[in-house]
Antibody, heavy 125, light 108 residues
């Protein structure tokens, strides 16, 4: 059974930093692209970033570019999101999500997310 | 950037059919996925690749995609279907995954 468990959320002041983690189990982590998605209060889902299974391909949404860094440790089956220069508008529940299909560690750009963590709350205030 | 447009809300009586639309420029040439999110829960994939269902998703959920509109159809709507629904595609210009704004389905 696929399990994704986020951690690292909390209360931080504007301008501060947080590092989110997503511990994965139940699948061959290194083979799958992983993403971070957030949902701010009263808003919809917002995709933030994706990293290929090998870590060689990374893309960011405009909201994340320059402030957030996605990374992964395939030896530890863990996905990370380093968030710097946090703003009040970054307040949200942050989810990690797994791609449905894999291509030997490469990125399938048009793929869907078939497994999600329960989310971790980040409050910037 | 590629924009996906969904109606903010839709209300349907139990037993009726809900059709949730997702509009985008020539979306018919893209691959569309749909998610259901209930309050306090993580999103769940209900339709992928325009019209395929993951295992465990009822046959009542179906999808189609053509021209400028993709549609998620929920037949014989039940009270338990009440949730927010999101469409998602890949924006090949900006190299982003993109979600629609979401549609809140209310079962009357």
């Amino acid at each position: 059974e696929v399990q994704l468990l986020e951690s690292g959320g909390g209360l931080v002041q504007p301008g501060g930093s947080l590092r989110l983690s997503c511990a994965a189990s139940g699948f061959t982590f290194r083979s799958y692209s992983m993403s971070w998605v957030r949902r701010a209060p009263g808003k919809g889902l917002e995709w933030l970033s994706i990293i290929s299974g090998s870590g060689s391909k990374i893309h960011y949404a405009d909201a994340a570019k320059g402030r957030f860094t996605i990374s992964r440790d395939n030896a530890e089956n863990t996905l990370f999101l380093q968030m710097n220069s946090l703003r009040v508008e970054d307040t949200a529940v942050y989810f990690c999500a797994k791609d449905r299909e894999m291509l030997q560690g490469s990125l399938i750009s048009s793929e869907s997310f078939d497994s999600w963590g329960q989310g971790t709350l980040v409050t910037v205030s | 950037s590629y924009v996906l447009t969904q109606p903010p809300s839709l209300s349907v009586a139990p037993g009726q059919t809900a059709r949730i639309t997702c509009g985008g420029d020539n979306i018919g040439v893209k691959t569309v996925h749909w998610y259901q999110q209930k309050p306090g829960q993580a999103p769940v994939l209900v339709v992928y690749d325009d019209g395929d269902r993951p295992s465990g998703i009822p046959e009542r959920f179906s999808g189609s995609n053509s021209g400028s509109t993709a549609t998620l159809t929920i037949s014989r709507v039940e009270a338990g279907d009440e949730a927010d629904f999101y469409c998602q595609v890949w924006d090949n210009i900006d190299e982003h995954r993109v979600f629609g704004g979401g549609t809140r389905l209310t079962v009357l």
